[in-house]
Every structure is written in C-alpha cells, then in structure tokens.
C-alpha cells in the first residue's frame, strides 16, 4: 500500500525505518516544516499528500493539535486510513474522525497513542467484543514514573529527579503536560471512550506528581507502599467514572512493581478478574512498532472497527478511595477524616471518599499535596 508519513520527529523517522522492512508499505513522501524540507521525499505540502488519488495511508506522527487535525480530516474525507499517535489531537476529535472514515471508506487506527509499544488498545478493543469491561488501571506516562522511581530509589528530589528525567530525554524542556498529568488525561479520554463506547471529550482536571516530595516517598516505605501515577477507570452499565492521581500502593502491588520509563496496565471484567500488560509507554521505536502493526492489520484485512454509539453518563460516585493529605492547613472538620492515623499533625487520612474530595481540600489549600492511600 502506497502510504504518505507526517513529521519526521522521534517517531516519524522510526515509522519510516520500520515500514522499509515491511513488505507491502511503500512510504513515499513525507510531510515537514518548510525549513526541513532538505530530502527529495520531503515536501511541506501537506494537504496534497493527504488527498493525492495513490495514497492509501496516511501515518500521523505530528505534534499537538494543528496542523495534524486538518490534515487528519482531509484524508478521511478522501477515504484514507490515517495511523495516528497524536493523543491530544485523537481525544479532542475521535468521534468525528470515525464518522468521516464511516462516511468516506477509509479508516482511523490508534493504538500507537496510548502505551507506546505496548498493545492495549488492541486488547481493550478485542476483549470488549466478548463482555463489558468493568475497569481499568495504569501507568500511562514514563517521564512521572522515571521521576517516582529515582525519588524513591536514590533519595533524589522531585527537581532533581525532573532534571534528570529531562537530560536522558524523557522530559520536555516545558515537563507541565508530564507532570501535571495532562499527557494520561489524553490518554484517559480514549481509553473512556472505548470502555463506553461513548465519545468521551472531557474529564476532570488530573492531579500531577509536582507536590510530591522526598517527605510523601519516606511516608510511602515507613508504610511498605511505593507511590506510582494512575489512570484509574470503572465502568458500570453506562455510567463510568474516572480518576488521574498519584497512588500510594502496597509493595506487592502489581503496579508498584513498575520502575523507570515503562508503563504497564490493568484490565478488569468479570470473567478474568484482571489482565496485566507491562512495557515501553513512549520512544521512537516501540511507538513506531505499534503503527506498523496498525498498518499490518490493513495489509491483512482485520483491523479492529471503534465504534461511539452510546452515550454512557459520567458518575463520580463509582470511584470511592482512602486519601492522603499533606497540608499545613487544620482539615479536622472535613467528612471521613481521620487525624490519629499519622504520626504528624500535618498528615492527614480521609476514608471512602469521592473525588469531591479533591476541591474540598483545595479550597482550603491550593497546595496541598493529595493522592489515593491504598
């Protein structure tokens, strides 16, 4: 199949290496800025590649919303099979790019966009077909797993922990969207919308890691638990609810067991109990993989269709937890408290709370540090 590749970045590059081995993907061209425009397949007319008659499919690998969105809809519009990575721009607009692929032949293909290299789309999607999934958990971010780990093994900062996050090239210059948790918050959309098959277009505001200290990484071993970064789902007959938090997790957790740069995640239903999947979230070559085999899947005729016909209703109340709370702030009169669980008077435990939690405890502190104590 004829295939036209945009950007040229980590994983475009990669996308490129890997396609020349594959037999049957003929990648001809590929999209950049005009000041990169330096290789004869290089071209920064975007939207003629994307609509050219001989192009069959259209591999996204840009940054950001635009210009990919526009040239996301084009090929659509021409009944092309777009492979994107691009979560920010997938879960702002996935609904309608299925609705164009349904009206126009071609097709969208995801699953290098959440987990790099690590098929969990492909499993939400494949498992889904046989029953409701009921729930879901994650590590879905390598540079904040990167920054608990070396805090937690080297005793190091979280600033310190973050400078070397950035210098081994997990971390952007500008870490907001890592550490803040907005990078999982994308990638929590797509995973709500295919457990609901409901376009799935907000969620609430993630808690980052930024508030962590080497303070909250001692609490954690004086009470056997590592701290990780979660995406955490349940789903219920067509109500769903989700939650962006660090977690402290007893050790043997599975999850817990998760260092450096990797991801890994859980799939719950009623039949299995859990699934676990476990490897590279990020990086050239696993993200790169994980679109190939999208490719693969075109090239074979069995690709996985996604369809958003439900409208499932967000239920805060599914999601019910024990918190932590660090804070100079006197928090005593707030439902669920629980002041003699920590031997310091500015820890605090909330039991079987909502996430409501979250905004009762910031309108008394902008800055306090909150996670899930498990």
Same mark, same amino acid.
């Given at each position: 199949?004829?295939?036209?590749?945009?950007?040229?970045?980590?994983?475009?590059?990669?996308?490129?290496?890997? $396609?020349?081995?594959?037999?049957?993907?003929?990648?001809?061209?590929?999209?950049?800025?005009?000041?990169?425009?330096?290789?004869?397949?290089?071209?920064?007319?975007?939207?003629?590649?994307?609509?050219?008659?001989?192009?069959?499919?259209?591999?996204?690998?840009?940054?950001?919303?635009?210009?990919?969105?526009?040239?996301?809809?084009?090929?659509?519009?021409?009944?092309?099979?777009?492979?994107?990575?691009?979560?920010?721009?997938?879960?702002?607009?996935?609904?309608?790019?299925?609705?164009?692929?349904?009206?126009?032949?071609?097709?969208?293909?995801?699953?290098?966009?959440?987990?790099?290299?690590?098929?969990?789309?492909?499993?939400?999607?494949?498992?889904?077909?046989?029953?409701?999934?009921?729930?879901?958990?994650?590590?879905?971010?390598?540079?904040?797993?990167?920054?608990?780990?070396?805090?937690?093994?080297?005793?190091?900062?979280?600033?310190?922990?973050?400078?070397?996050?950035?210098?081994?090239?997990?971390?952007?210059?500008?870490?907001?969207?890592?550490?803040?948790?907005?990078?999982?918050?994308?990638?929590?959309?797509?995973?709500?919308?295919?457990?609901?098959?409901?376009?799935?277009?907000?969620?609430?505001?993630?808690?980052?890691?930024?508030?962590?200290? $080497?303070?909250?990484?001692?609490?954690?071993?004086?009470?056997?638990?590592?701290?990780?970064?979660?995406?955490?789902?349940?789903?219920?007959?067509?109500?769903?609810?989700?939650?962006? $938090?660090?977690?402290?997790?007893?050790?043997?957790?599975?999850?817990?067991?998760?260092?450096?740069?990797?991801?890994?995640?859980?799939?719950?239903?009623?039949?299995?109990?859990?699934?676990?999947?476990?490897?590279?979230?990020?990086?050239?070559?696993?993200?790169?993989?994980?679109?190939?085999?999208?490719?693969?899947?075109?090239?074979?005729?069995?690709?996985?269709?996604?369809?958003?016909?439900?409208?499932?209703?967000?239920?805060?109340?599914?999601?019910?937890?024990?918190?932590?709370?660090?804070?100079?702030?006197?928090?005593?009169?707030?439902?669920?408290?629980?002041?003699?669980?920590?031997?310091?008077?500015?820890?605090?435990?909330?039991?079987?709370?909502?996430?409501?939690?979250?905004?009762?405890?910031?309108?008394?502190?902008?800055?306090?540090?909150?996670?899930?104590?498990?």
């Amino acid at each position: 199949m004829n295939c036209a590749l945009l950007g040229y970045g980590t994983v475009g590059s990669s996308v490129k290496k890997l $396609a020349d081995r594959q037999p049957g993907l003929d990648i001809r061209i590929v999209f950049v800025k005009p000041e990169f425009v330096d290789l004869p397949f290089f071209s920064n007319e975007g939207e003629a590649i994307v609509t050219d008659p001989d192009t069959e499919i259209v591999f996204e690998c840009l940054a950001g919303v635009e210009p990919a969105n526009t040239l996301i809809r084009k090929a659509l519009e021409h009944g092309k099979h777009v492979i994107s990575s691009n979560k920010a721009v997938l879960s702002a607009n996935l609904p309608d790019y299925i609705e164009l692929a349904r009206k126009h032949g071609g097709s969208i293909q995801i699953e290098a966009s959440v987990g790099g290299g690590i098929p969990l789309i492909d499993g939400i999607l494949k498992l889904d077909r046989a029953e409701e999934l009921k729930g879901f958990e994650g590590i879905l971010n390598g540079t904040s797993n990167y920054i608990l780990t070396s805090m937690e093994k080297f005793g190091t900062s979280f600033d310190d922990a973050l400078k070397a996050a950035q210098a081994a090239g997990y971390a952007e210059a500008d870490p907001a969207n890592d550490i803040e948790g907005r990078d999982v918050w994308y990638k929590t959309l797509l995973v709500a919308s295919l457990y609901t098959h409901s376009p799935v277009l907000t969620l609430p505001e993630p808690l980052g890691i930024s508030k962590l200290s $080497a303070e909250d990484i001692d609490i954690a071993k004086a009470h056997g638990k590592k701290i990780r970064h979660l995406s955490i789902l349940k789903n219920e007959s067509g109500s769903f609810s989700t939650l962006i $938090a660090p977690v402290f997790l007893n050790e043997n957790d599975y999850l817990a067991s998760v260092d450096e740069n990797f991801n890994a995640q859980k799939i719950y239903a009623d039949s299995f109990g859990s699934l676990g999947y476990y490897g590279p979230g990020a990086g050239g070559d696993p993200t790169a993989q994980a679109m190939i085999a999208d490719a693969i899947n075109l090239l074979d005729g069995c690709r996985r269709p996604i369809t958003l016909d439900r409208n499932a209703v967000y239920d805060p109340n599914l999601i019910q937890e024990n918190w932590i709370v660090r804070t100079d702030r006197d928090l005593s009169s707030l439902p669920g408290v629980n002041t003699e669980f920590f031997d310091a008077d500015n820890l605090y435990l909330f039991e079987n709370r909502t996430p409501a939690l979250i905004e009762e405890v910031r309108v008394a502190d902008p800055q306090a540090m909150i996670a899930v104590w498990r």
